[in-house]
């Protein structure tokens, strides 16, 4: 079913004005939020926002009020930081106090404020704190899940060679691969990429990512209280959410009845041993429902995020057949024909991690971040905060910093390279945000870009369709994700 923005706008206000009206966090605790558009009343400012281009209401709000500016999501304050400069002042300078999480009610009505990534206060520190160990013992910091990847890495070629240089569509192949690296971590083994159930899984991810960036995800998190009660795409959103939660929850069932407490194998297993050991303790954070929630937070998160960036790599490699013959040069030199592409490469490698980053920064996969808030009442730039104040790290603007970046709009690796072609890191680059909620799955997702786009480059010709120029690498959705257009491409074997 579908509704105009008038239409919803109007149902937003008659059934809201029968609701009581909620005072936002912010409003009215004696802060000085920045300036920004005079909000309505229930709506806020509605009539200044696009919810299919989000990202153009706030580049032109951006123009009129400021790098910091406050924009009403329906009745909620929310302070736009815009560019490098006040994103960083932010989450980097005041990081403590930036580092709560604001409201985003479309995931809210899913995760009630459990697991690591929608949850605050001590409870967020003690369970980021113990996944990012346990991540770490189990493989990012280790070879082992360098090997899990290269494996993974070759089970693509195999499937790849199977398309007979035929056109093919990447999305699924991706997300199983990168799906199955995150999998032998949380669940202790990959799937068969044949295996129904497990298909069905990536297919419910892939989807939700989609609905989660659609507009009407957009006019959900305006009006929650209203269009939680109409019928709807967004109720897709949260079926699919729950079969994944019950998927989970199986899992957990399973290693329950497996666990051997000296041989963990994986992060349930790990969880479930601290359950264990602090089972006499009434404040502890570790229980079922918890653990359900931090690993479906790993399990979405390290799947849709890696799985989308490296498809729209794939579709940018296609639009520039030059770069990518720049990437297979640099791969002989460095790698040679007969051996898998190793995270050590990347030293020898400038022109493909400057590549990697750039698209990283061209895709710009979160373009708005995901929302912050403070944590106590916080002195910004001159303003009051009050604490809860919601926060957008509005990343787009930092990708496309002119300040930053020359010509921002334009895919070119070399903003991340210095004069003598070495690789250089860039302070605006936060494809995975920065400060003390950074991404704890960025050194995961790094190595598994590296490793995928290297691997497939060596033993394949990646060749578009269309002619180049046709390629359109605009985002097909963009809303709390950017989503790459569908696209089919010919794998030629080397
Ligand atoms: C290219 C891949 C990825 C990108 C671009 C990405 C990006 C992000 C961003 C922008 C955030 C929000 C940070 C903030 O609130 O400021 C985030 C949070 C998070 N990511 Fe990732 N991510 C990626 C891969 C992964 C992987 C592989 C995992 C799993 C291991 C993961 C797990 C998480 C978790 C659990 C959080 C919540 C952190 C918190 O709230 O403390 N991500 N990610």
């Not at 709506?43 to 032109?60: E, I, R, T, W």
Request: glycine share 8%; with cysteine.
């Amino acid at each position: 079913m579908e509704f105009s923005v008038v239409t919803v706008a109007l149902l937003a206000i008659c059934l809201s004005c029968l609701l009581l009206f909620r005072k936002g966090k912010g409003q009215g605790t004696g802060g000085r939020l920045p300036p920004g558009p005079r909000p309505l009343p229930i709506v806020g400012n509605l009539f200044q926002l696009d919810p299919k281009n989000m990202v153009k209401s706030l580049l032109a709000l951006r123009e009129r009020y400021g790098s910091v500016y406050t924009i009403y999501l329906g009745p909620q304050p929310f302070v736009a930081l815009c560019g490098y400069q006040a994103v960083k002042e932010a989450l980097v300078d005041q990081g403590e106090e930036f580092s709560g999480r604001g409201d985003l009610p479309v995931v809210f009505r899913f995760t009630q404020g459990d697991g690591i990534a929608f949850s605050n206060g001590e409870k967020w520190k003690v369970l980021r704190r113990f996944a990012i160990q346990i991540l770490r013992d189990f493989g990012m910091g280790r070879r082992s899940i360098e090997e899990r990847i290269q494996e993974e890495a070759q089970c693509v070629v195999e499937e790849l060679a199977k398309t007979k240089a035929e056109p093919f569509d990447p999305t699924f192949l991706i997300s199983r691969a990168v799906s199955n690296v995150i999998c032998s971590i949380v669940f202790g083994d990959r799937f068969d990429y044949e295996d129904k159930k497990f298909l069905t899984l990536v297919g419910l991810m892939n989807d939700n990512f989609q609905r989660l960036s659609s507009w009407w995800a957009q006019v959900y998190n305006l009006f929650p209280h209203v269009i939680s009660y109409l019928p709807g795409p967004h109720n897709r959103i949260f079926e699919n959410f729950e079969k994944l939660r019950l998927f989970v929850l199986e899992m957990v069932k399973l290693h329950q009845e497996t666990l051997d407490p000296n041989f963990p194998r994986d992060f349930i297993d790990c969880f479930l041993l601290k359950m264990q050991q602090e089972k006499e303790d009434p404040l502890t954070y570790f229980h079922t429902n918890t653990l359900v929630m931090t690993t479906h937070n790993l399990f979405f998160g390290g799947t849709e995020t890696t799985s989308t960036t490296l498809r729209y790599g794939i579709l940018i490699l296609l639009k520039y057949p030059e770069k990518q013959a720049k990437v297979y040069e640099e791969i002989n030199q460095a790698v040679g024909p007969h051996r898998s592409p190793s995270i050590e490469d990347r030293a020898q490698m400038p022109y493909t991690e400057a590549l990697i980053h750039e698209i990283q920064r061209f895709i710009d996969i979160f373009p708005m971040g995901i929302p912050h808030a403070v944590t106590s009442d916080t002195h910004f730039r001159g303003y009051v905060l009050p604490k809860g104040t919601n926060i957008m790290p509005f990343f787009h603007s930092v990708h496309n910093d002119v300040t930053k970046f020359k010509d921002p709009g334009r895919f070119d690796p070399t903003n991340f390279l210095d004069e003598n072609g070495g690789f250089c890191r860039h302070e605006a680059f936060m494809p995975f945000s920065t400060g003390k909620r950074v991404c704890l799955g960025e050194a995961l997702a790094r190595m598994e870009i590296f490793l995928f786009l290297t691997t497939l480059v060596q033993r394949f010709t990646l060749q578009p369709v269309v002619p180049p120029e046709e390629i359109d690498t605009s985002p097909l959705i963009s809303g709390l994700g950017n989503v790459p257009r569908p696209y089919k491409f010919r794998a030629i074997p080397r």
